[in-house]
């Protein structure tokens, strides 16, 4: 008996196989029911009727299919030498069951929520991972990752499936890296953000797909055309000395025109969760691209256009293609070979010019650096290419994720150590500012920085740090601002906002019903505001200004 049947069979049900003359008997153990086995996935096992209880303690088809050895059989079903073999190309549906099933078994660190809904009324269902999903933790970081933004371009979709299951398997079974990022990091994945896209390409299917066919979303839009132009503004005023070009406010014409429900979606859940990275994953080559997307060349044509940030966005880049077996392939006659020269990264408008990208709304709206992955030339592998890619993305996605602890991070605090609102942190020849409600995270290359902290009615702090090469966790650095005197108080400029006579349609209600723009607020906190828990932390007496808030 091969190993992989008998972990899979051991798994399954409580029935000892026999061979005999090369079949399988089927004999059940003492005191056990036998009834037939209808499970949603490994619905190909060599044999029909299991027994319960099982020797792994199962007492029923649901309590197997909750438990981590079903979740494990899912996403390692090559490894076990194709005896589990469920088809991962998740339709509709499917997808929904298997997020949720996932964040069930997983409760204590998993969640599902809905960031809205597409043109035809499919959920966009994400699933969130954390030490205490549901809410923004002090000091703790947030991540996205966002598959399948072109319907036809499915690698995407599945490797976010794939990483959902191996983050909850992997911390079930005491993984220190896994158990370490979550218990550090808040991960959001949203594996399809155009479901009806990929409805139509499912519908011809891997091999039949033609190039462009579910490519636009049900409205005939590309999403990752759809986003607001900030580009182009960020361009006029980098002439303008003092301009401030970052958190650029999305212009009013732009909602005049065709606005995808899919594209405000985003918008929406970038206004209420403090993103710090991000990635989108696509397919069509094998190339790892990062801001600016748009050229600064005056008839748009291609054109190497770097952020203010292009060291930090290189070094992101390559964390990804460093650690990707096929992107470090060596052979020009490969997929993606003609970006061997550039180590499998290219910055976007060097690669070719495109307005409305995702990536460059990100980095010009919010705090939120992305980058794009493109994952292999195929758009709509075969199922059975699936675990082999996999295989090729685990270590880079992973790899990826923990670059968000680069940099530096802290608080921004009054003389009574009430966090500031609207401060922003500059850093001296980066012309590029994070703002912060009280915790901030900054992402740096390594060395010697200048950083700047300030906010309206208060004087600036500047401090110098140095962020070493190796140094993998971002280092703490924290602002106490002191108010101005009276009479002396200087006008700061803030973030640029659309008209306050004008009605924004990204306000009201987010994702999961908080205001835009608030921070989710801890669910056991009677309402306390989200860096509570730290400040009565630091003393077991409350200080009596957070009882005043």
């Not at 699936?386 to 993305?393: A, E, I, K, S």
Request: aromatic share 10%; hydrophobic share 35%; with cysteine.
């Amino acid at each position: 008996m091969k190993v992989s049947d008998a972990w899979m069979q051991k798994t399954l049900g409580g029935l000892d196989p026999a061979p005999i003359s090369g079949a399988w008997e089927l004999r059940p153990r003492a005191a056990a029911t036998c009834v037939d086995l209808q499970l949603q996935t490994c619905s190909d096992a060599a044999y029909n009727q299991t027994a319960f209880p099982s020797p792994l303690e199962h007492r029923s088809r649901e309590a197997l299919e909750a438990s981590s050895e079903y979740v494990l059989l899912s996403v390692l079903h090559h490894l076990l030498e194709g005896q589990c073999n469920p088809d991962l190309r998740l339709l509709g549906c499917a997808m929904v069951r298997v997020l949720k099933r996932t964040a069930a078994r997983c409760a204590h660190i998993a969640k599902t929520y809905s960031i809205g809904r597409s043109f035809d009324g499919r959920e966009l269902l994400v699933i969130e991972f954390s030490g205490r999903p549901g809410q923004h933790e002090l000091m703790e970081p947030e991540v996205k990752l966002i598959g399948n933004i072109h319907g036809n371009e499915v690698a995407g979709r599945e490797m976010l499936i794939y990483l959902a299951q191996y983050l909850c398997t992997e911390y079930l079974l005491g993984s220190p890296r896994i158990q370490r990022l979550l218990n550090s990091t808040r991960i959001h994945l949203l594996p399809s953000m155009n479901p009806d896209g990929y409805e139509v390409a499912a519908a011809e299917g891997a091999g039949y797909n033609g190039w462009t066919s579910g490519r636009q979303n049900a409205q005939n839009l590309d999403l990752n055309r759809n986003f607001p132009d900030l580009t182009s503004e960020f361009y006029r005023l980098a002439s303008s000395r003092g301009a401030r070009t970052d958190h650029l406010a999305i212009p009013q014409h732009y909602w005049w025109g065709k606005v995808a429900p899919e594209t405000k979606a985003i918008m929406k859940w970038m206004r209420t969760t403090p993103f710090v990275l991000s990635a989108s994953l696509h397919g069509g080559d094998l190339v790892v691209s990062y801001p600016f997307d748009f050229s600064q060349h005056p008839h748009e044509e291609k054109m190497f256009s770097p952020t203010p940030d292009e060291k930090m966005f290189k070094l992101l880049a390559r964390a990804y293609a460093d650690v990707h077996p096929m992107m470090m392939d060596r052979s020009e006659n490969r997929c993606g070979g003609n970006f061997l020269k550039t180590g499998s990264i290219i910055n976007g408008a060097d690669w070719y010019s495109f307005t409305g990208g995702m990536s460059d709304f990100n980095y010009l709206h919010s705090n939120c650096f992305e980058i794009t992955v493109e994952l292999g030339c195929v758009k709509f592998p075969p199922e059975e290419a699936l675990y082999t890619l996999w295989q090729h993305n685990k270590e880079p996605l992973l790899t990826f994720v923990e670059m968000v602890h680069r940099g530096i991070k802290g608080m921004v605090v009054d003389k009574f150590g009430k966090p500031v609102r609207n401060a922003r942190v500059s850093v001296k020849g980066i012309r590029h500012d994070v703002t912060t409600g009280g915790d901030y995270w900054r992402l740096l290359p390594p060395g010697s920085h200048i950083v700047i902290a300030q906010a309206p009615g208060y004087s600036r702090v500047i401090k110098k740090v140095t962020i070493p090469a190796r140094m993998k966790r971002a280092g703490r650095v924290d602002f106490i601002l002191q108010p101005l005197p009276a009479g002396t108080q200087k006008f700061l400029q803030g973030p640029r906002r659309s008209s306050p006579s004008l009605q924004d349609p990204l306000e009201g209600a987010g994702p999961s019903g908080e205001p835009l723009g608030a921070r989710r607020q801890p669910e056991a906190s009677g309402g306390k505001p989200w860096w509570w828990s730290y400040f009565t932390s630091l003393s077991q007496h409350k200080p009596r200004w957070l009882l005043k808030y």
